[in-house]
């Protein structure tokens, strides 16, 4: 079964750096995308980095131009690197895989790792 892992999360001071890294194994299914989602206490989780199938990116605005999204394949690795970190970027951060299963596309996630970036 899919099974995805995070980890590298933290506590940082603001302008520092992290990197997330999501083990994943179980992938046996068309790959739609796969991404990084943060929810901060109180709020909803939304997407701050998505890569699809065909290697494309995509950015939330607020983290443009600080993160980046990367696969290795060969270590079965999905890795956010997290540049010039801000408070408001605390959140408990989650890998996601967007699968095309039976004819349709369906969501696993990981169980989170925690960054908390301070002033």
């Known amino acids: 079964q899919v099974q995805l892992v995070e980890s590298g999360g933290g506590l940082v001071q603001a302008g520092g750096s992290l990197r997330l890294s999501c083990a994943f194994s179980g992938i046996t299914f068309s790959i739609n995308a796969i991404g990084w989602y943060r929810q901060a206490p109180g709020k909803q989780r939304e997407s701050v980095a998505t890569?699809?199938?065909?290697?494309?990116?995509s950015y939330a605005d607020s983290v443009k131009g600080r993160f980046t999204i990367s696969r290795d394949n060969a270590k079965n690795l999905v890795y956010l690197q997290m540049n010039s970190l801000k408070p408001e970027d605390t959140a408990v951060y989650y890998c996601?895989?967007?699968?095309?299963?039976?004819?349709?596309?369906?969501?696993?996630w990981g169980q989170g790792t925690q960054v908390t970036v301070s002033s």
């Open positions: 890569i699809f199938s065909g290697g494309s990116t």
């Open positions: 996601n895989f967007n699968l095309w299963r039976s004819g349709g596309l369906y969501d696993y």
